[in-house]
């Protein structure tokens, strides 16, 4: 994400990363190997740091899980 919105190499790592999970085991093993659609949303770049949330959906339409992600960069 920091290299999209920089156009450059940048160090970064992960601050935190909190991850849920919104199918239970039968819809994860219904869906299998089949792609998925991913969604990213970046949301506030500052002092270096971002944040940004994520989503997992399968075909159908249905959320399978949801994640939030803070990223230190060195600026």
Do not use: C, N
Not at 10 to 17: I, K, M
Not at 48 to 61: N, P, V
């Amino acid at each position: 994400r920091i290299f999209v919105r920089r156009r450059r190499p940048v160090p970064a790592g992960t601050v935190t990363l909190t991850t849920y999970f919104h199918a239970d085991a039968a819809q994860l093993a219904a869906q299998g190997e089949r792609p998925v659609l991913g969604v990213a949303r970046p949301q506030v770049f500052r002092h270096g740091y971002f944040d940004q949330s994520a989503e997992l959906w399968d075909a159908a339409g249905h959320l399978l899980a949801s994640s939030h992600q803070m990223v230190y960069y060195r600026e």
